[in-house]
């Protein structure tokens, strides 16, 4: 966009409501976006070795799905697996387009993550995938997860990790290199260009990620929320799951990084995108 394009957008709206279409723009990128490999199957066989998830009201297995998106194929892959699971977007339309792919109007409510529309002790299981960044307050929205557990539930959350490093510097929020690693006040700047004059930058997202976490940072906002323990997923795998058996060097430094403290906090900087918070058994 040229100089004289951004000028005349500064003085032709209010600059709060962003780049014009953003969020009409934003919808039909992730509406169109193919579908990734479940993740379901990979997450319940590392929350199964942690722990024999308790039972919900009415004796149900039941799991919120937070920011399941317009295609909430991680809810139909729960609930074929037996789960009461239920879906949580705040965009009407993505609301409406995720209870049609499930066929059943209460698989999805409309709701966000720092307000969730459960009640309190609900929910065996929380998930929240790529969700904790984007969120306006991510100390309330743990709070909310841990609001509408069960005593001895879990909480999933896999998100950004400021310290991860790639020799391409890419990764999967901005198309900026080396994005985490930026100070915060270039990360805030390039934040403000993408909501009002190149939404390319953030996949067109009206919620780009400005958050982002290191797995100790995820420890201590979980203890702040009133979490009791902290297990991150190369805690939980086995060899012969198929993230792990692909690669012959997390194969190597598997078992190694479990009784190894300081292997394991050096393992951490680059795999800390993921946690498992649980839920004290009584409150």
């Given at each position: 966009?040229?100089?004289?394009?951004?000028?005349?957008?500064?003085?032709?709206?209010?600059?709060?409501?962003?780049?014009?279409?953003?969020?009409?723009?934003?919808?039909?990128?992730?509406?169109?976006?193919?579908?990734?490999?479940?993740?379901?199957?990979?997450i319940?066989?590392?929350?199964?070795?942690?722990i024999?998830?308790?039972?919900?009201?009415?004796?149900?297995?039941?799991?919120?799905?937070?920011?399941?998106?317009?295609?909430?194929?991680?809810?139909?892959?729960?609930?074929?697996?037996?789960?009461?699971?239920?879906?949580?977007?705040?965009?009407?339309?993505?609301?409406?387009?995720?209870?049609?792919?499930?066929?059943?109007?209460n698989?999805?409510?409309?709701?966000?993550?720092?307000?969730?529309?459960?009640?309190?002790?609900?929910?065996?299981?929380?998930?929240?995938?790529?969700?904790?960044?984007?969120?306006?307050?991510?100390?309330k929205?743990?709070?909310?997860?841990?609001?509408?557990?069960?005593?001895?539930?879990?909480?999933?959350?896999?998100?950004?990790?400021?310290?991860?490093?790639?020799?391409?510097?890419?990764?999967?929020?901005?198309?900026?290199?080396?994005?985490?690693?930026?100070?915060?006040?270039?990360?805030?700047?390039?934040?403000?260009?993408?909501?009002?004059?190149?939404?390319?930058?953030?996949?067109?997202?009206?919620?780009?990620?400005?958050?982002?976490?290191?797995?100790?940072?995820?420890?201590?906002?979980?203890?702040?929320?009133?979490?009791?323990?902290?297990?991150?997923?190369?805690?939980?795998?086995?060899?012969?799951?198929?993230?792990?058996?692909?690669?012959?060097?997390?194969?190597?430094?598997?078992?190694?990084?479990?009784?190894?403290p300081?292997?394991?906090?050096?393992?951490?900087?680059?795999?800390?995108?993921?946690i498992?918070?649980?839920k004290?058994?009584?409150?």
């Open positions: 966009m040229s100089n004289k394009n951004m000028r005349q957008m500064y003085m032709n709206r209010k600059l709060s409501e962003g780049y014009p279409g953003l969020e009409k723009m934003g919808d039909e990128y992730f509406s169109e976006s193919q579908r990734k490999e479940s993740s379901i199957p990979e319940f066989r590392c929350i199964n070795r942690l024999d998830l308790p039972e919900g009201p009415q004796g149900k297995k039941t799991v919120a799905v937070v920011g399941c998106g317009p295609n909430p194929h991680s809810v139909k892959d729960l609930l074929t697996m037996g789960y009461d699971a239920i879906g949580v977007e705040p965009i009407a339309q993505w609301v409406h387009s995720g209870q049609q792919l499930i066929g059943d109007s698989s999805v409510k409309q709701g966000h993550a720092e307000l969730l529309p459960f009640e309190n002790n609900s929910q065996c299981a929380v998930l929240l995938e790529s969700v904790l960044e984007h969120v306006d307050s991510p100390d929205a743990l709070a909310e997860v841990f609001r509408v557990l069960v005593p001895g539930g879990v909480a999933y959350i896999q998100t950004t990790n400021r310290w991860r490093f790639s020799i391409t510097g890419k990764n999967d929020e901005f198309s900026v290199r080396f994005f985490n690693w930026l100070p915060e006040i270039v990360k805030e700047a390039y934040v403000y260009y993408h909501l009002h004059f190149n939404p390319s930058l953030a996949h067109y997202t009206s919620r780009p990620a400005v958050h982002w976490f290191s797995y100790p940072d995820l420890c201590k906002m979980g203890r702040k929320a009133g979490f009791s323990q902290f297990y991150s997923k190369m805690d939980l795998l086995e060899p012969n799951d198929p993230s792990v058996a692909k690669s012959k060097l997390r194969r190597f430094f598997l078992d190694k990084t479990r009784y190894r300081w292997l394991r906090s050096l393992a951490l900087t680059q795999f800390g995108d993921s498992f918070m649980l004290r058994m009584c409150y």
